[in-house]
């Protein structure tokens, strides 16, 4: 199967590459003021993570960014940042080749947005100069050939937490701060393999290099599929990972602890994500940043999740058990079923 | 007898289509309901893509008193208010057969091949509405036949819904998309050609806001301009068949209406918003200034009236953003520009002001 990848890789349409519409620029960061929180973000466009499916091994080319002031590991998603509401940051981005870091959700002047039509592409170094001015789960992603970059895995979490700090959250109520005892970050995405042979400027002059169709066959949480991923941990080794235990996916909890759920949609198909109805109520407090007025129980059929938004779901199991959470990924035009990926909650 | 014409539009005439004929219906607001005119034909022409593809497209194309064709593509935007009678002439010149429908209603008129008919129709309850050409699972509506309905509250301007929350300006944005191989199809085998075609099999290559794609979006009618303060209420139609998620830059926006179900409290700000094939959603654009721009800068000398903010909105769905398989972003994204007014206000905020 890795080599069928390969050889549809060796197809590749490219379309006509080039810089056409890229702006590179290494600018100083206007009104420049010392931060309170400083993030380095690395570009790196070899990682390579191996999934098991179908009882053969498939090796999936990705970029991202890596974090050098805390090793350097390179990892799908990419590092996560978390700041404190109030805080100003710098995300200093550092790229030989172009690119960008957007914060999505995250509200900056248009020079500081990362978007290169409305400002500059970044080749070599910039310092995005932000404020988090509201608490809540955002993320951050290159927007150079989004289209393609995203998909190639070139985005990671954002988290903002309220004044009054990790272990609670903004929602159900405008200024109303739960607290939670259980937390899970995850990013959800679906990964076309043969999409991996483009170049980083594939037909960003025009011509066909097929980036509106999308044949996604791997489902990821985290960069983790169900059927098992081999990724080299921090210290370099293999290891194999699967949704269904992976510390950074799988829920674990004891009955009427308070959890909290940040979905992260990374991909371009809808999400069917269903809670099991024995794991209790689950509530949406807050969508996109920004916590609801008034919390929504997520309704026994699921709730449909579309690309870029961003949900705090919050429960408290009641009852020991294994509960198994679904996320259908559906075609965005035929809405048939195309993958999945599940994960579980285990509630002692 | 097929036409051929060339559909001159999105970009390429949006000044002449703002300046020009702003909509059918001539709206403001008043104390009396009215018989509105609507004069629509059916026809078939070339519409130009971003990479200057000719294709082969259906339109709803608004005639004038005289018979002069108004707007072509996406159809004209009708606008009234409640309480209005809208009396609508309707010709086919396809060869096949096509349809004025209202998503969400039950208006719904066939008309034959060649054929024309009249009917009339009162004004729905306040909010956005899909016009189209509902025939064939939508295939005849991608293939152009839509158009935008807005009935605004009786005597108001200010608000899309009695207990909504206020704006100065307004916008639509049809969101379409053109899969070339169905245009090809279609302008190949005849018009009837569409009763063969299967979403299944659709594979959109265009995406596009109000017919355009970017850059061809930056136009009174698309882009998004405000003055600090200025809020503008945003209604988002997905005329295609695809899922849609639109991202704004800049600002969160404040959720107004889904499919007219209207939220008089507890109205949920999002940066991205889902748009399902014919879903009609209102969000109004605050034009605060941006949030996360740092206090400091502000202490620093950045005046956002001084140097107004260019952001973009584009659907977070990224094969959208793509035009003929590549050539990023030129697809359903437009832009947003914060700090100042537009110096020629939308079609729709038009019609809301005329007279």
């Not at chain 1, 109030?86 to 960008?100: E, F, N, R």
């Amino acid at each position: 199967m890795a080599d069928l990848i390969r050889k549809q890789n060796a197809e590749c349409k490219q379309g006509d590459d080039g810089d056409c519409g890229l702006n590179p620029q290494e600018p100083p960061t206007p009104y420049e003021i010392k931060p309170d929180v400083y993030f380095e973000r690395e570009v790196v466009m070899d990682i390579t993570q191996t999934y098991l499916s179908g009882g053969a091994e498939h090796d999936i080319d990705f970029w991202g960014f890596i974090d050098p002031l805390n090793g350097g590991h390179k990892s799908v998603p990419s590092p996560a940042m978390r700041v404190t509401q109030g805080q100003t940051v710098h995300t200093h981005l550092d790229s030989s080749h172009i690119h960008t870091i957007h914060h999505h959700g995250i509200e900056p002047t248009s020079f500081n947005d990362g978007v290169g039509h409305y400002s500059f592409d970044v080749q070599g170094k910039y310092n995005y100069q932000w404020y988090a001015s509201q608490s809540g789960t955002y993320m951050y992603h290159c927007h150079t050939n989004t289209v393609l970059h995203v998909e190639m895995g070139m985005y990671g979490g954002l988290i903002i937490d309220p004044p009054t700090g990790p272990g609670t959250v903004e929602g159900a109520g405008i200024g109303n701060y739960l607290p939670y005892d259980v937390e899970a970050i995850w990013a959800v995405d679906e990964i076309d393999s043969t999409w991996r042979c483009h170049a980083e400027d594939a037909a960003l002059c025009g011509g066909d290099a097929g980036l509106n169709y999308f044949d996604p066959d791997f489902f990821i949480i985290n960069g983790i599929s169900d059927g098992g991923t081999i990724i080299k941990n921090a210290d370099g080794d293999d290891e194999t990972l699967r949704t269904a235990t992976a510390a950074a996916v799988a829920i674990k909890a004891k009955v009427d602890d308070r959890v909290l759920v940040r979905y992260i949609h990374g991909g371009y198909f809808p999400h069917h994500l269903v809670f099991p109805a024995a794991v209790g109520k689950v509530w949406t407090i807050a969508e996109d940043g920004r916590p609801l007025a008034v919390a929504e129980e997520v309704p026994s059929g699921g709730t449909i999740v579309t690309p870029g938004e961003r949900r705090e779901f919050y429960f408290t199991p009641q009852k020991p058990g294994q509960y198994q959470v679904t996320i259908e990924m559906q075609h965005w035009i035929t809405r048939k079923v195309v993958g999945s990926v599940s994960t579980l909650i285990t509630v002692d | 007898m097929k036409r051929r014409d060339f559909l001159k539009l999105g970009t390429y005439s949006s000044a002449g289509l703002v300046a020009g004929n702003i909509s059918l219906l001539a709206w403001t607001p008043r104390a009396h309901a009215a018989h509105l005119p609507v004069n629509l034909e059916i026809i078939s022409g070339f519409q130009k893509m971003i990479d200057n593809k000719g294709l082969y497209m259906f339109s709803f194309s608004g005639l004038s008193a005289d018979g002069k064709k108004t707007t072509e593509f996406p159809g004209p935007t009708l606008i009234c208010q409640e309480g209005d009678t809208i009396d609508v002439k309707l010709t086919n010149t396809l060869s096949t057969h096509s349809s004025f429908m209202v998503a969400g209603t039950d208006i719904a008129h066939e008309v034959a091949p060649g054929g024309s008919i009249q009917f009339s129709f009162a004004a729905p309850a306040a909010g956005s509405y899909l016009y189209h050409d509902g025939l064939n699972n939508g295939v005849n509506r991608v293939m152009g036949l839509h158009g935008a309905l807005i009935v605004m509250p009786a005597g108001k301007k200010n608000i899309s819904f009695n207990g909504g929350p206020d704006f100065v300006r307004q916008y639509k944005w049809l969101l379409g998309n053109v899969d070339p191989n169905w245009s090809h199809l279609v302008n190949n085998n005849g018009d009837d050609y569409v009763t063969q075609l299967s979403i299944d099999q659709f594979e959109p290559k265009y995406f596009t806001l109000n017919g355009a794609s970017y850059h061809d979006t930056h136009t009174p009618d698309t882009e998004l301009m405000g003055a600090i303060g200025e809020a503008a209420l945003v209604r988002m139609i997905n005329a295609g068949l695809a899922v849609h998620s639109l991202h704004f830059h800049g600002n969160h926006v404040e959720v107004a209406s889904i499919n007219r179900q209207n939220f008089s409290s507890h109205r949920k700000h999002k940066d991205v918003i889902s748009m399902f094939p014919e879903d009609a959603r209102d969000a109004v654009i605050p034009f605060e200034v941006p949030r996360d721009i740092p206090p400091q800068e502000f202490k620093l000398g950045f005046d956002i009236v001084e140097h107004p903010q260019h952001y973009p909105m584009h659907c977070h769905t990224e094969l959208s953003q793509t035009a003929g398989g590549g050539f990023y972003p030129h697809g359903m994204h437009t832009g947003i520009v914060i700090g100042q007014s537009p110096e020629t206000e939308s079609e729709v905020t038009q019609g809301m002001n005329s007279l």
